[in-house]
Nanobody, 129 residues
């Protein structure tokens, strides 16, 4: 069973930076770095939908971003550590949310929540003005 553990959340002022980590365990063989495996970050504000933020295919590093974070956030991976990172720069108040890491072993559309089988517990990011 794949498990995901997020870390790195916290409180920061607008314009600041944070780096989130998502450590995966439980993959068998080369599963984490297989061509169809992807890891994504989603975020959710209480009372609202869980929105997709960014994804990366851990086999070849292809990444994609939501328009709201493009140019400010960077998703990256370390396959040796089975960890995916989200570097968040130029943070805005509207980036405040609970951030969730998600993984899917056979992801066709890395922007769709339904594609991801495994989820972490989340890490809170709070940005103040």
């Amino acid at each position: 069973q794949v498990q995901l553990v997020e870390s790195g959340g916290g409180s920061v002022q607008a314009g600041g930076s944070l780096k989130l980590s998502c450590k995966a365990s439980g993959y068998t063989g080369r599963g984490f770095s297989s061509s169809s495996n992807a890891v994504a970050w989603f975020r959710q504000v209480p009372g609202q939908e869980r929105d997709w933020v960014a994804s990366i295919y851990t086999g070849d590093g292809r990444s994609t971003y939501a328009d709201s974070v493009k140019g400010r956030f960077l998703i990256s991976q370390d396959n040796v550590k089975a960890t995916v990172y989200l570097q968040m720069n130029s943070l805005k108040v509207e980036d405040t949310a609970m951030y969730y890491c998600a993984a899917g072993r056979y992801v066709a559309d890395p922007t769709k929540r339904v594609e991801f089988e495994y989820w972490g517990q989340g890490t809170q990011v709070s940005v103040s003005s």
